[in-house]
């Protein structure tokens, strides 16, 4: 495999390695780093990609190693989700506003969830992943990854209702 072909099929998923590995990490440098010592793992191995079915996959599940590798080295449980894609430049201040703080506030409940609930909603509803997809990256059946899908995003709402009830954070 050349260098034309491997940067064809890997470079398609950097974003969601980035971010895949800032979820875990946190800080934008550790998360660039995470995502060079990826790319490096895969062109050191880029004869044996063709072996497999779903690069994406494998490279993301190489990430998820990789980041918990670098978490236990620094004795660190410290996870944030960070997602803003969200841009409309057709809005108004007050409503760039509100959004904004809307999106803080869901991004501070999913903090507040389980490690692996925040996971996965990151890989499924940020990077949109499948179930069978997440199952492979995170070693786990898909009965297990909608249950705990499901838990979370019910405590994502209760929370939600609760806030916006009585004003309570």
Known sequence: MDQNEFT???????????????????????AQDATQDIYLKLWKNKEKLKGYNNVEAFAMTMTKNHCLDILKLKSSSNLKIIHNNYKDNNQNLDKQTDVKD?????????????????????????????????????????????????????TIRE???KKHKYGIS
Request: aromatic share 8%; net charge positive.
């Open 159 to 161: 929370k939600l209702i």
């Open 8 to 30: 064809k099929l890997v470079m398609p998923f950097k974003d969601k390695i980035y971010r895949f590995a800032k979820r875990y990490l946190v800080s934008k440098d550790s």
């Open 102 to 154: 809307s999106v803080n506030i869901i991004h501070q409940l999913i903090d507040g969830l389980p490690k692996k609930q925040r996971v996965i909603i990151q890989l499924r509803d940020v990077e949109q992943y499948s179930f069978k997809e997440i199952g492979k990256i995170l070693e786990m059946n898909e009965t297990a990854i909608r249950v705990s899908l499901s838990r979370a995003r019910k």
